[in-house]
T-cell receptor, first 117, second 113 residues
Framework: GAVVSQHPSWVICKSGTSVKIECRSLDFQATTMFWYRQFPKQSLMLMATSNEGSKATYEQGVEKDKFLINHASLTLSTLTVTSAHPEDSSFYIC?????????????FGDGTRLSIL | AQSVTQPDIHITVSEGASLELRCNYSYGATPYLFWYVQSPGQGLQLLLKYLSGDTLVQGIKGFEAEFKRSQSSFNLRKPSVHWSDAAEYFCAVDHTGGFKTIFGAGTRLFVKA
């Protein structure tokens, strides 16, 4: 079945560092990918919708300059957390829709745990 | 605006007992509804979905859910719970216009021996 690969699965870095997270659809094309943030024991909060070849659509309250999204191909979207600080520590999950499957569910990556020291 | 409510923050059931997780949604049209399961530190796995047709849908791992339009509900059920079912369960509804998915707050399932 469809697989979404998210890398890295775990990152620990110093405050002020920029961190890039990749989300790849392995066996399907995805014109749209989604980035979520999940705090401990909470639900997923949609951060932005990543659109291939165009600018991402950010949800209200999400800083677009802080969370840079690039969707340069039909199988890859990246989220860069710029100048990360401890409050950016969280679990980040991406998902992708198969462009050719109509309104089918999203396929989720396994998430990236980001810890900023 | 669309919303999804999972009234139970956590539920504890005995192994072998039946399970029902509640989900209510608010949506203007007929929604697309989903249940996902998440183990600690993992991504989400789709258990089942309702897109149209038969209101009782079967999923993986022995789960089923029933869409009840009159109650705006999509409750998840399993006749006999296994210890491996302990996890976080999320109900979700698709905003078909924008292809966004709205998630409920989740219900954590604990299974006792």
């Amino acid at each position: 079945g469809a697989v979404v690969s998210q890398h890295p699965s775990w990152v620990i870095c110093k405050s002020g560092t920029s961190v890039k997270i990749e989300c790849r659809s392995l066996d399907f094309q995805a014109t749209t990918m989604f980035w979520y943030r999940q705090f401990p024991k909470q639900s997923l909060m949609l951060m932005a919708t990543s659109n291939e070849g165009s600018k991402a659509t950010y949800e209200q309250g999400v800083e677009k300059d802080k969370f840079l999204i690039n969707h340069a191909s039909l199988t890859l979207s990246t989220l860069t957390v710029t100048s990360a600080h401890p409050e950016d520590s969280s679990f980040y999950i991406c998902s992708a829709r198969d462009s050719g499957s109509g309104n089918q569910p999203q396929h989720f990556g396994d998430g990236t745990r980001l810890s900023i020291l | 605006a669309q919303s999804v409510t999972q009234p139970d923050i956590h539920i504890t059931v005995s192994e072998g007992a039946s399970l029902e997780l509640r989900c209510n949604y608010s949506y203007g049209a007929t929604p697309y509804l989903f249940w996902y399961v998440q183990s600690p530190g993992q991504g989400l796995q789709l258990l089942l979905k309702y897109l149209s047709g038969d209101t009782l849908v079967q999923g993986i791992k022995g789960f089923e859910a029933e869409f009840k339009r009159s109650q705006s509900s999509f409750n998840l059920r399993k006749p006999s719970v296994h210890w491996s079912d302990a996890a976080e369960y999320f109900c979700a509804v698709d905003h078909t216009g924008g292809f966004k998915t709205i998630f409920g707050a989740g219900t954590r399932l604990f299974v006792k021996a």
